[in-house]
């Protein structure tokens, strides 16, 4: 029995960046969250080096440049459809404070503390992971609360 067609997107991913299907942050969290576990389980501070520069590339250049959000986008997203859109900010907030501790991660290792690098590294692991895994993400509703407290209108 032929599967049906998805319906057309609402929403171009790469012109349309107020908005963001749901799933493709969840798909991000799971490639910044394995990559992260990996380097705290390994001790291989360099992948947190990785997960920070996608995700610099990512912020300064746009979802383009995204690796997960190609994958998500231009080979998922096409075949299963486009998820519920939500306002972008809260999971671009998100990778902003990805960005901050895997960043200082990638220093701690460089320099040698390998404790700090390993529980940085670990923290975002666990909750990129447990965000990409309930929807839960902490990024995101810690922008939510800041937003609300400062007056600025979230969706």
Aim: charged share 15%.
């Amino acid at each position: 029995m032929p599967q049906p067609t998805p319906k057309p997107r609402t929403a171009d991913p790469y012109r349309d960046l107020r908005v963001i299907d749901a799933r493709a942050p969840r798909f991000n969290q799971t490639f910044v969250g394995l990559l992260s576990v990996a380097g705290a389980v390994s001790g291989a501070w360099p992948l947190f080096a990785v997960v920070a520069l996608q995700l610099a590339v990512t912020l300064t250049f746009g979802r383009r440049w995204c690796l997960a959000c190609r994958l998500y986008f231009d080979l998922v997203q096409p075949r299963i459809g486009e998820g519920p859109l939500e306002d972008s900010r809260p999971p671009r907030f998100a990778n902003q404070l990805g960005l901050a501790f895997t960043g200082v991660a990638s220093l701690a290792g460089a320099v040698g503390l390998g404790t700090v690098a390993t529980v940085l590294g670990l923290a975002v692991g666990s909750l990129a992971l447990f965000s990409a895994a309930t929807g839960f993400c902490v990024g995101c509703h810690l922008y939510r609360l800041a937003a609300r407290l400062n007056g600025v209108g979230t969706t």
